[in-house]
């Protein structure tokens, strides 16, 4: 078997989409420390809000967010919130199911480097009104080599249905 | 008819301030509150900013009404209600843009953006009478549209005083916000939408209300905690809630229903103009750019919020159901700021007010729990309306004299007093409107 760092062309593909699907996996298991272990310290994190029905928002530093972090602690501080137990939003925790689609590189991939987009539904189930919601878009993953580890060093998530019912945490993405 | 007396149980020299729960629930109530609050009174509906050029328009609601604003081809402001005269169908479906035109989807009835019609499709061929001629064609003007510092307020009744008289002295709050920038104030891109399963006034409680922070928010006050011992994402520049118990806060309530409550800032380095407070003080005075640097929550009744907390956010809300309402927040800044302080801004709203965020979701959902209780029979007044009654004056305290300001009402108190004195002038307001509706009264005498 041949390692990460001189993989063939076309088991690049394979390997990133196993990679982001142990990400969705690692979210709706609640496996918090496996799901930060995956992106990198200095990792960026961002999911735009739209500027209008057609654009979306393009700078971080100039435009709203619903999410924006330029590195791992942002997660990290996301993650501590909702294991507090004195979230009323996270307790009861809304049951997730992620499911990614169309998996695809978005650049030839390059040694050591990945660049993924996929389309995403998060299927959310939340015990406090009974009642189970969808979010869905697109979103861009990109991958870098670690020790032999793919991890993340850039993730954009963008939502569709960005009129939000009540809320929405970044386990619902 | 419901006895509207029944429903807030106002006894000033008693101490006493009860809301009955079915102010929340009586679906009724929610018909009337639409005709008697909501259609009766001036309603924010935008900034100025957002219409900056001739043809630019923006559409929102007042209660259940569709509104069209734009700027005519000269730059003026108009009002309207989004509909077609034709059929009475939705003419604009987009939230903002520009259109020199408004063209019906459904039979082609075109409008300018002065509101004037333009065209009524094969009209020559319509074999319209003379009585059609005369019925008029225009888009129907908002009864009454004003702007202060920048925010626009319309009004379907033009039973309404002038813009300037019902804001009254709110207004010493309102410019606190809308002159932190040399040249005024802008929405920053983004849009935050989202709904909640509950009454409107429970989000009218919420932002006056301070007793709930250290409760609901203690997730929040967490994660500063963390940050404070330096992990997590300082970047955000979260303030440091130990610091705030002791600080020194108060209410004052006004004519029309409009509020505030206010806190000492103990970390004002924090706030994304303090690098520019010179500037600021130069133009405004040096106590006003100071009072800018404060903890302020603003109602300005019935369905404008401005508070600068966690940052400076604007939210309105409307209710679309006796129990769901729909909000829309705002980044608020200063035209032209520098890259720097806007991301530093946004950091901090991002951090507490989205509903993506880590305080805000932690009240929508309580609201949501709230509009629960309220459906058990037998559990009738609400007690979350008293606090500070014992430290509060009627009229001007020697803050609102110093202010040049005249509240109905003064309160102070401590932050961890929890002052629940802010609510009285909204209920007060929302009291009297819903009498004078009931009984044909005018709303405005």
Known sequence: MSSLSNLDPRDYLASGTELLQREALYLDQRRWDDWLALYTPDCEYWMPAWKSEDELGQNPRTELSYFYYDNRAGLEDRVARVVSGRSAASSPMPRTTHLLSDIRLRQDPSAGRLALGAAWVCQVYFPRLKESRAFFGRVEHDLVLRDENWLI????IVLQNDYIPTMLDFYCV | ????????????LDGVFLVHRDAFADRDLFEQEQKFVFEATWNFLALESQLSKPCDFVTTHIGRVPVLLTRDRQGKLCGFLNLCRHKGALLCAGEQGHARHFTCPYHGWTY?????????????????TAGFDGEGHDLIPLAKLGSYKGLIFGSLSPDVPELEDYLGDIRFFLDLAMEQGPHGMEFIPGRMAYSYRGNWKLQLDNNLDPYHLT????????VQTRRRQGSGYVEARGYDWAKRAKTKAGTFTFRHGHAVYWADQPEPEKRPI???????????????????????????????QIAETAALMLRTYRPLDVDLTEMKSYCLAPIGESEEARAWRLRQYEDFFNPSGM??????VTYEDCQTGFRAPGHSWLQGYQRGMGGERVGADDLARSLGIHPTASAVGSFEAGLETGLHGPYREWRRLMEAGAQGRKAYP
Do not use: C
């Open chain 2, 359 to 364: 305080a805000t979701p932690d009240d929508t």
């Open chain 2, 215 to 222: 409760t609901t928010h203690l997730s929040f006050i967490g």
């Open chain 2, 274 to 304: 303090f690098p520019k407070l010179a500037e600021v003080e130069s133009r405004v005075g040096f106590d006003r750019a100071h009072w800018m640097l404060k903890n302020r929550n603003l109602q300005v009744f019935p369905n404008l």
């Open chain 2, 112 to 128: 300018e953006a002065s509101g004037k019609n333009a065209d009524i499709k094969d009209r020559q061929a319509g074999a319209y």
């Open chain 2, 1 to 12: 008819m419901r006895d509207l007396a029944s429903l807030i149980d106002d006894r000033p």
């Open chain 1, 153 to 156: 060093a850039r993730k954009k």
